[in-house]
Nanobody, 128 residues
Framework: QVQLVESGGGLVQPGGSLRLSCAASGFNLDYYAIGWFRQAPGKEREGVSCFSVSDGDTRYADSVKGRFTGSRDNAKNTVYLQMNSLKPEDTAVYYC?????????????????????WGQGTLVTVSS
C-alpha cells in the first residue's frame, strides 16, 4: 500500500525553524517527485515546493523561496522540507504528496490536482 506520513510540525516563534519529514512506504521515493503543499484556515491548498528525488531538482513558491529547502534521505525513503525564517503567514497544515505520473517536478507542480497520493498533514503554527 502506497503511503506518505508527514511529521515535524509544531509551534515555533517567528524567525524560527522547523524541519518537516515525509516518509514513504509501499514504493521507492527514488523514482518520483514529492510535492509539498499547505492549507491555512479558510484558504485553498497551495503548492509550497516540489522535489524530484531522482536528481534533487527542487521548485519553490515565491513566498518561500530562499527560506525553505528540500532534501532527501535515500536510506530512510524520506524527504524533508527545512523551513527557516518562519513567518506567521506560514501557519498552515502542511502536506506531502506524490503521483505515479510525476517522475520529476514539472509545469503544474503547484496544483493539488496534479497529485493523487497524500499524507495526513502536519500542523505548523508560527506565533509569538
Amino acid at each position: 500500500q502506497v503511503q506518505l506520513v508527514e511529521s515535524g510540525g509544531g509551534l515555533v516563534q517567528p524567525g524560527g525553524s522547523l524541519r518537516l519529514s515525509c516518509a514513504a512506504s509501499g514504493f521507492n521515493l527514488d523514482y518520483y517527485a514529492i510535492g509539498w503543499f499547505r492549507q491555512a484556515p479558510g484558504k485553498e491548498r497551495e503548492g509550497v515546493s516540489c522535489f524530484s528525488v531522482s536528481d534533487g531538482d527542487t521548485r519553490y513558491a515565491d513566498s518561500v523561496k530562499g527560506r525553505f529547502t528540500g532534501s532527501r534521505d535515500n536510506a530512510k525513503n524520506t524527504v524533508y522540507l527545512q523551513m527557516n525564517s518562519l513567518k506567521p503567514e506560514d501557519t498552515a497544515v502542511y502536506y506531502c504528496a506524490t503521483d505515479p505520473n510525476w517522475l520529476r517536478c514539472g509545469t503544474g507542480w503547484s496544483r493539488p490536482r496534479s497529485f493523487s497520493v497524500w499524507g495526513q498533514g502536519t500542523l505548523v503554527t508560527v506565533s509569538s
